[in-house]
């Protein structure tokens, strides 16, 4: 089990780092809901593929450490809502990856064919970006709503179990519920301001979250070299 611990614990930091990096990497100037300045934004970068692979990477390792641990409490008194988490955490990578295919590949070569186009074809092609966006938003949408409540199953589950810091779960929970929000107001408004507003902060929280998790992995498989556990 040792292991398991310090491989999910060095997916936990490798996972936020990557996450980290592909948002750091990701076009910022323009206004989200500004669809024609956000469309010419992401025409100019050239790295927009590479960083929306990044934090698919990253989702994944993360969505590792999740699965992980599922096992460590599997044998626990929370081991139902354990399950439940590790069920919400794979359909949520799913989701992801479903969400970076839109977003990340297919907008990016709707937004490209727009700007190398010219009157008349500009407009109809402006539409089909469009449309792709609308898909992204509702990909995003669930995408949040099923990583907020994964984590507040999570985060009840190491309460129950009282093997691991209850702060540890209180703050799964505390990350879990606005991005649970956030996929709503997503649903609602779209890339608004207000969605921003509370996705960020919660998406700050649940990387707090894994990272503390990875620490504590990372603690208890050192204590098992400690007394010669395997």
Request: with cysteine.
């Amino acid at each position: 089990m040792k292991h398991t611990l310090r491989t999910a614990s060095v997916a936990a930091f490798a996972g936020t780092l990557l996450l980290f990096a592909g948002t750091f990497l990701h076009p910022t100037g323009a206004d989200p809901s500004d669809t024609v300045a956000a469309f010419a934004e992401y025409a100019n970068d050239p790295l927009w593929v590479f960083s929306h692979l990044l934090q698919l990477l990253g989702v994944a390792l993360i969505v590792c450490v999740m699965i992980s641990l599922t096992r460590l409490l599997a044998n626990g008194t929370a081991s139902g809502l354990a399950w439940v988490g590790a069920g919400g955490a794979i359909v949520g990578l799913g989701v992801a990856a479903a969400t970076q295919a839109v977003d990340g590949i297919a907008l990016k070569m709707m937004v490209d064919a727009w700007a190398a186009s010219s009157e008349p074809d500009k407009a109809a092609i402006f539409h089909g970006a469009y449309a792709v966006r609308q898909i992204e938003v509702g990909l995003a949408s669930i995408m949040s709503l099923l990583f907020g409540l994964t984590m507040c199953v999570y985060g009840l589950a190491v309460i129950a179990d009282q093997r691991l810091p209850k702060w540890l779960g209180w703050l799964g929970v505390t990350a879990g519920i606005p991005t649970a929000i956030a996929g709503v107001v997503f649903a609602y408004t779209g890339f608004s301001a207000l969605a921003m507003v509370i996705s960020m902060p919660a998406n700050l929280l649940l990387l707090i979250w894994i990272v503390a998790l990875g620490s504590i992995f990372w603690r208890h498989a050192s204590q098992q070299d400690s007394t010669g556990q395997s």
